[in-house]
């Protein structure tokens, strides 16, 4: 059920008229069930995993928590996040590394199995509802947040639909307690969480689904031969495609929790106009950063605590794996370990990176096309299927050739970019959460009608999956 179909509209308005008619536990015993429901939508068969998963940390957490002897909380801790690392590796990597197996074994005549006898389906969202627990987990273990008593709640905190299928991860010390409180009606932030939706909608069918067109075009070669107007349309398409994608994505997950009672953290703070890579991961992928740093960075590898050197190991020691949960494919671990080697250079360098409200408009403006086009450059390398069509992507840049039909994509790649970039421009300028959230409602309305308007008009795939779902 895509958030972006017909169906999960009619599903949204289903469960809320229900959900406001009934009293605090009867709502949440419903969530729970609806978003079972959500989650069979993709794959029943996999609804066992996570109920298995969700009751194997419910009781691990209960054990931390009347374990007698910090030895034997930390003995169940342990267990519980390597048995949560192991189903992931199994079902997520475990096809990548028969992959590089049976690459080698060839290599060396020792291939005989086919692929798929080694296959393994990918069961949804299991990424993010394995960090989710693991850091209840954690957090449970260093006594930063009470362990869940109603089995009910863990599980409702575990499977709630709207982040259940690619986030935001949500962390313990802010969703659960929302959970386990009874909920009221408020009509300004239904509003808003409305808006949301319609604002997710347009970023999402709208501006990532035709900036997808151009980019799948020259990446798969519809645009001829590789050349440097090829590569520029591809890169720059892809980078607004899977910025309006996923930040899509979050806004009708935050919308749609809203419309429920619940606030999700922001997941996106206008990411393309940082002015350092380190202000990048503070606003891209904020809850998927935010995990990385507080529970890889600095509570596994020790963070900056232990010297100069050390800090640089563990910043790409945090990428490398960070573009390992991206994707089963060394193309996402070499993006990966890019973003970490130029963040520790910009470490080394600079100490403190610039920050876009301490320096000079025009040199703020000079750092955000600087860091753009860095990121635009390891997005080849997330894009691309393989490390040789990422090569020919790049070589192709040296050489220079134009047709007729680059200038219509450049043209109709700025109509879908533009629209974007003057609601970040916006959304910074007011250093708001929800858009043009301090004017009145007659204006909201109206943008509100034009989102809708925008949506029926141009939504170029209405049945298209989120890039993060395969994650």
Not at 91 to 120: C, E, M, Q, T
Not at 278 to 302: A, E, K, N, V
Not at 362 to 384: D, K
Request: charged letters at 15%; aromatic letters at 16%.
């Amino acid at each position: 059920m895509s958030f972006d179909s017909p169906i999960y509209v009619v599903f949204l308005i289903g469960v809320c008229l229900a959900y406001w008619r009934l009293r605090y536990r009867p709502q949440n015993l419903l969530l729970l069930l609806v978003s079972y429901f959500f989650y069979g939508w993709w794959d029943w068969r996999f609804l066992a995993l996570m109920i298995g998963s969700t009751t194997l940390d419910f009781l691990l957490a209960r054990a931390i928590d009347t374990a007698p002897s910090r030895q034997a909380r930390k003995r169940f801790m342990v267990t519980s996040v390597v048995i949560n690392l192991a189903i992931l590796g199994v079902f997520k990597y475990f096809n990548f590394f028969v992959d590089s197996f049976l690459h080698v074994a060839n290599a060396v005549g020792l291939g005989g199995l086919p692929r798929i006898v080694w296959a393994i389906v990918l069961p949804p969202a299991i990424s993010f509802y394995t960090f989710q627990e693991i850091a209840y987990i954690v957090d449970v273990y260093e006594r930063r947040v009470p362990r869940a008593t109603n089995y009910v709640d863990y599980a409702l905190f575990v499977s709630l639909f709207p982040h259940l299928i690619a986030g935001p991860i949500q962390k313990p010390s802010h969703l659960l307690p929302q959970i386990q409180a009874p909920r009221s009606w408020n009509p300004t932030k239904v509003f808003d969480g409305m808006l949301l939706v319609l604002e997710g909608l347009v970023r999402k069918s709208v501006i990532a689904d035709n900036c997808a067109l151009v980019a799948n075009a020259a990446f798969n070669g519809s645009f001829g031969l590789h050349n440097l107007p090829v590569t520029l349309l591809g890169v720059y398409a892809f980078a607004w495609q899977i910025y309006g994608d996923f930040s899509g994505y979050s806004s009708i997950a935050r919308g749609s929790a809203q419309l429920l009672g619940f606030h999700f953290m922001v997941n996106f703070r206008q990411p393309y106009l940082a002015t350092s890579l380190q202000d990048f991961w503070r606003r891209w992928h904020i809850s998927l950063s935010t995990f990385l740093r507080d529970y890889l960075y600095i509570r596994l590898l020790g963070g900056n605590r232990l010297g100069a050197v050390r800090t640089y190991i563990n910043l790409l020691s945090t990428m490398l794996l960070g573009g390992l949960w991206h994707g089963a494919n060394w193309t996402f671990v070499a993006w990966g370990g890019m973003h970490g080697a130029a963040l520790a250079a910009e470490r080394m360098l600079k100490g403190r990176a610039p920050d876009s409200q301490t320096i000079p408009v025009l040199r703020s403006w000079a750092w955000r096309v600087v860091v753009f086009h860095f990121v635009c450059l390891t997005w080849i390398f997330f894009r691309a299927p393989t490390f040789s069509s990422a090569a020919t992507m790049l070589a192709g840049a040296r050489v220079f050739h134009w047709e007729h039909v680059y200038g219509i994509a450049a043209l109709f790649l700025a109509i879908c970019v533009v629209p974007l970039l003057l609601l970040d421009l916006e959304l910074e300028r007011a250093n708001a959460e929800y858009l043009f959230e301090h004017h009145g409602y007659p204006l909201r309305i109206g943008i509100g009608l034009v989102f809708i308007a925008v949506i029926t008009l141009f939504a170029a795939n209405s049945q298209s999956a989120f890039i993060y779902f395969q994650f």
